[in-house]
């Protein structure tokens, strides 16, 4: 179908779209479904106390931002004022090629911080779950100053994945993910000395990259 045809038919029967909404608030979507199933059922009261509890929500939502605005206007020298937020997780590697597209990858997080008070760049604290997941990012920052932070042994599958991906990798980075398979190696042959009896350990040929 040719462009002026949608055009056409759009502008007839008043069709709109727009971009799909994206990091949307879970609570707020919690709610939304409660009450489309209140009002599926007919039940006019529990609708009622879900609408409620929203305004309450979005209240609450709005002094934090008025909050927030006022301290980043505030020229008290002795005032700080930052903010935290733990972005969206990143697929490692990205990759175009179509293999890429069923094989296991690794996450990669960013925790960020922001001083609300000066124009300078956030402080950003990025790792993988190769070394902490994501609910032990308050470990990662007291951890982040030291040399040999703690490690995640992850699966043998996934690490048969990425291994078969390291040929579409650009070389520039195969360092970092020769040195990932070598610190699993190391990792499972220590987890198999603590439990021999383990049988979840990693094939001496998958090093073989």
């Given at each position: 179908?040719?462009?002026?045809?949608?055009?056409?038919a759009?502008?007839?029967?008043?069709?709109?779209?727009?971009?799909?909404?994206?990091?949307?608030?879970?609570?707020?979507?919690?709610?939304?479904?409660?009450?489309?199933v209140?009002?599926?059922?007919?039940?006019?009261?529990?609708?009622?106390?879900?609408?409620?509890?929203?305004?309450?929500?979005?209240?609450?939502?709005k002094?934090?931002?008025?909050?927030m605005?006022?301290?980043?206007?505030?020229?008290?020298?002795?005032?700080?004022?930052?903010?935290?937020?733990?972005?969206?997780?990143?697929?490692t590697?990205?990759?175009?090629?179509?293999?890429?597209?069923?094989?296991?990858?690794?996450?990669?997080?960013?925790?960020?911080?922001?001083?609300?008070?000066?124009?300078?760049?956030?402080?950003?604290?990025?790792?993988n779950?190769?070394?902490?997941?994501?609910?032990?990012?308050?470990?990662l920052?007291?951890?982040?100053?030291?040399?040999?932070?703690?490690?995640?042994?992850?699966?043998?599958?996934?690490?048969?994945?990425?291994?078969?991906l390291?040929?579409?990798?650009?070389?520039?980075?195969?360092?970092?993910?020769?040195?990932?398979?070598?610190?699993?190696?190391?990792?499972?042959?220590?987890?198999?000395?603590?439990?021999?009896?383990?049988?979840?350990?990693?094939?001496?040929d998958?090093?073989?990259?």
């Amino acid at each position: 179908m040719r462009f002026d045809g949608y055009s056409r038919a759009f502008s007839r029967f008043n069709i709109g779209s727009r971009p799909p909404m994206v990091n949307t608030c879970s609570y707020c979507n919690k709610i939304a479904n409660k009450v489309e199933v209140a009002t599926a059922n007919r039940d006019e009261a529990k609708k009622s106390q879900l609408l409620t509890q929203k305004k309450i929500h979005l209240l609450k939502a709005k002094v934090a931002r008025d909050l927030m605005t006022a301290y980043k206007q505030d020229t008290n020298p002795t005032l700080f004022a930052f903010a935290m937020d733990l972005q969206q997780t990143l697929v490692t590697p990205r990759l175009s090629t179509n293999v890429a597209y069923y094989k296991r990858k690794i996450w990669t997080y960013n925790f960020g911080t922001h001083n609300l008070k000066e124009t300078t760049p956030a402080t950003l604290y990025m790792w993988n779950e190769e070394i902490y997941t994501t609910d032990h990012y308050v470990e990662l920052m007291r951890e982040a100053r030291r040399e040999q932070p703690f490690n995640v042994v992850q699966m043998m599958e996934k690490l048969a994945d990425l291994n078969h991906l390291l040929s579409f990798i650009p070389l520039e980075y195969k360092p970092w993910y020769k040195d990932l398979f070598t610190a699993q190696g190391l990792l499972a042959a220590g987890a198999a000395e603590d439990n021999p009896d383990d049988p979840d350990t990693l094939e001496d040929d998958f090093l073989d990259y």
